[in-house]
């Protein structure tokens, strides 16, 4: 199950970053479903490149072509699969790289996984690229999510030693869920933006790169979602997050901080709020035992500095086995944290509409 | 597939805390391989309740008894079946707790979940008991394992504020992987052992209990394991990981602090030693692109505070759906730190022998 | 996934015919269900060796012991696993086999298979024996259906040549589907009982075996269930139904007859009843594009002739390699068409509880 | 998992009959494959609708584009996706019947599961053309299984009344098995193909249509592919080949003939040839305990006659609610069995291949 994901709603990514194109297969979806397809671009917008200076300068429209499993603008039940063309690929740029092993790329595990067969070009099926067909299904996702008052956002929390404030917890609200959609840089404090825009560039002019944090949230998901041990709404999650290029950790609610904490601090109490059961804090995230509380989904990746970076580092040959050195050419972005943004939308809304169904 | 987990090993957990029994069936084993029985309880045991003054007073044998799967201490590649009966168990301390919903345990959502025909008493198939079986399973795929040159160690890296040190990144022998299995504590470095000792008996004291994190190691794992996107080792990983109660984040190489790192510093160059590809430092933990490199597989988990605590905390009576107070009696770990040190063990054994299958 | 089933409701089998124990792991039944014990027992009882002189000697309680996944007598949405435990083995018989493999058995790919680790004792995992925790999963199903009105009933529809008349297709009540159980041999006409009874005995004089046909059906069945292509219910039931050691054949509504028929004498025109669709005639089995019509599910298997026989045959010795004959001792059924029955019974309801839920 | 199959090997189909386009994404191909595609496309014209005078009139190319997964005419290892559009398509014919329900076909039970969403045209994903991409995909395997040995062939058994020899089952040879590739009609005896070609006309030329039966076989498979019980050879096929529309029963070895046997026939003897165990007889199929024998595999399909003909037939119209009666204009196939032909090869390519890897 290596490019699928999801147990009643089934995501099959497949593509390379300088193939023929990319795209995905989702199969489950229930019939009837509306797609929204200037809404689904909209989504599809924010995780393109060439949308800033910060990004990569590769500019590509990433219209998805519906092939199948839509009928009048609905889904019709059959599974749908929905292509995105690769036209701006400069795969010149990448030939040198064939042997040389860049650091923190797959390049090298690949290379012994598919013993030398995989397609390099631009990263081939490892490349950031692969998430826009995630975004695809996530940005379909999440227009069901919300005809179910279920919505998911996201932010910047952190971009190299930048922070953003976090989300609140216990009450999250519509507007301060999609608040990072109105700037161009997907913060909750204006303020954090400027200095976010700095640290970048400051990377960018190294040629270097930055890392990040995204937290992420969800409401209006309903309590009782999820199966214990194995078939919990973190498992689940966790294993779909991973699927983003870059990301290196994954933490709920409060996370690695509630190992510095006392139990009497960190457990939530539970209170009555208009005949429901709520929680006066949220450390838990919203999930308990694997299952959903009611409560706001709360979660926070790491995302690790872009490998690609201008300056000369050392690596090996691995046709000639020797030691050498490489420069990574071609256009990267030295901060890919902004980008994959939506792309953890994505991944939430495809799980929870999983978990929905 | 709530308590399954794995694609060519299937482990299956089943149980209840005072049920009449806990278990695992284990399917895809490969036949011929030798169980060793004192092994693995020894390794039970170091899970195992009662052991010192700092986990649960509940003492239970936790032997296992095989129905199926061994044939002369040798796996047969029929599906193996271990159980192990409950046998001291006070369900009547639970008793009132059926309607009280303990903050930060599973209690509410499982009732959301279950209609409230779920098992409450000691937290039913939501115990830390489960992991029990788990580490069954986990100590019969360490001993596979070893066999073919890898092995599996974890460590107490913090308990509350006390921190131990960290393994090695690049060169991490056999010997510092089982070091913490001299200590009465699962540590590194002895000192942190007494300094954790009066944290947790500080907690204690106070009706109060604490977190910590755990980190685990793995060597001798070869490049190439692992497949691209949601087939990743990170993705398996966490996904099984998140099956331990009380988990509530996985960070793999430098995780969540690689956010606030500069590519170059982040990125860990190539070399070749001994006609061998390694890097020369380890910030991916042994894994790119999801496959593994052939350097340690390195990942942390945050662990929660012991939910049960003994001071009086606020809830909700499901029944009467009325605020109120509990106080959790009945035997507790102020610190389940420790005790899911083995079983982060098991779950990363159980995952990479199901990758090398 | 070798000795699990479903997708929503998890079935996994373990044990040996001639180890501990044998049982299996139900995970994913809906929380709050009843079991009536009594109504299982009789259930199990119908497949059970011993009942007349028909089937194997060994007579063994088969009395399930529930280890998990109930409370109060009701399911508590945790796994269910329940276990049988073996008393009456007599190992002794098989020893001298386990070099001899056992003509149309599974021993000699099961040899191959496990490198020889595998338990030869009494077929080991690969025994009819196995059924009996598929009937207990299956006669669970079969309590959880009949409550939402879906009731499956088998009967022997032949034995060697002898045949019994079929289901109803289009108007099958409860009393014809039940009418099998009010006979020692489950058949619908009388008749047919008593010539089948003379047919077996014969083989059994003759030291031979006779195969037989095993027709079964659902109704109360709602329209709608089950998904295209690979996801159709032919494709679960058979996928599961071949799971039942001996079947060698699965063919839906009018099945292998509809070669041979004209499309517009096998078609099955659409008529309303009672405001309802329904077809006029049923050579669809209940099931088109793999999804169901509402109309009764019929299915037929083929059973092939135990192949445990007295009789001389030839074979080989898979140690020293060498041609030589051999001679089945033991207990054995002449036909164990009629065991079947309730097996097929028990999976037709596991798949179809799957469906529903 | 509705329109997916296979377990390390896995295959997923979308489109629908007059969609933009039908396709495959197929996960898990061994890397450095080549893929011959001339090969490719003499398998899939075999399939390809258009070929004479009994087949429909719809003439289309079916000429696969590889959007991803191949690389210089080999596999890269990332996930295979490749897509045929749909050209030729005059959905026009069937507007008028989206409200009657065409007897014997999927419209009735899918207008209920997707609540009248479903595509109705040309049957939508549940047309027979969705076997082209099921043929990419099975046509790619038995290029790798030639590689490894392994070869597949089937004919047509039997054609309405019309019966074609069957395969030898104990010494069958690649040029038996590739036989039915030297005729027009796919049969072993010449002979039959006139007979079949006659029956099949009078059909047609009373506008109506008949069933028949595919015989299947494999040869140079290994002893020791498959897992018991659910994960057995049958279990796989079975499951797999229900995914071919119009297939109504399946039948491994001697298959339904074996219940009127005895034992003593039945049973296949097992005798030493070059120092290999092999059996005298092949009723099994080359499948024991649900793990290959080293025989030859063997199995036999039912494929029912075309439900659409030109008749005129009493059905429903499902938004009126009443009787009424209904032409099926458009272009048919009078029999499917021939078509379908290399469909069984292509579903047994997959399953064997998924259960080398």
């Not at 199969?27 to 990004?55: T, V, Y």
């Not at 995302?303 to 691995?318: C, F, G, H, W, Y």
Request: overall charge neutral; proline content about 5%; some cysteine.
């Amino acid at each position: 199950m290596s490019s699928m994901i999801g147990e009643k709603l089934r995501v099959s990514i497949f593509g390379q970053s300088h193939g023929e194109a990319i795209g995905v297969v989702i199969d489950g979806l229930p019939a009837g479903e509306e797609i929204d397809a200037q809404e689904l671009q909209a989504f599809l917008d924010r995780r393109a490149p060439g949308k800033n200076k910060f990004s990569t300068a590769r500019k590509e429209g990433d219209v998805p072509q519906f092939l199948s499993g839509v009928l009048d603008g609905k889904t019709c039940g059959a599974p749908l699969c929905a292509v995105i063309h690769n036209t701006d690929t400069r795969s010149g740029d990448y030939k040198p790289l064939s042997q040389l092993m860049r650091p923190s790329h797959a390049d090298y595990p690949a290379h012994v996984r598919y013993g030398g067969h995989q397609d390099v070009r631009g990263g081939g099926h490892f490349s950031g690229r692969l998430t826009a067909p995630v975004c695809i299904a996530g940005g379909i996702a999440k227009q069901i999510l919300a005809r179910r008052g279920i919505f998911v956002g996201a932010h910047a929390e952190a971009v190299g030693r930048t922070k953003d404030r976090r989300f609140g917890t216990v009450e999250l609200l519509k507007e301060e869920l999609f608040l990072p959609l109105s700037r161009a840089i997907p913060v909750l404090d204006e303020g954090a933006a400027e200095a976010m825009q700095n640290e970048i560039e400051a990377a960018r002019m190294q040629g270097d790169s930055v890392g990040g944090i995204i937290e992420c949230a969800a409401i209006g998901v309903p309590a009782g979602l999820g199966d214990p041990m194995f078939g919990g709404v973190e498992n689940r999650l966790s294993s779909a997050l991973f699927g983003i290029p870059a990301i290196r950790g994954v933490e709920f609610g409060t996370g690695f901080a509630a190992a510095a904490m006392r139990g009497s601090v960190h457990n939530d109490p539970y209170r009555l709020r208009d005949g429901k059961v709520v929680t006066e804090t949220n450390h838990h995230g919203g999930i308990l035992g694997g299952i959903t509380s009611g409560m706001p989904v709360i979660f926070r990746v790491a995302v690790k500095p872009t490998p690609s970076i201008a300056l000369e580092q050392r690596t090996v040959d691995i046709e000639k086995m020797e030691e050498t050195t490489l420069r990574v050419t071609g256009r990267h972005d030295p901060c890919i944290t902004l980008r994959a943004v939506p792309c953890v939308e994505a991944v939430a809304a495809i799980v929870l509409l999983d978990l929905m169904l």
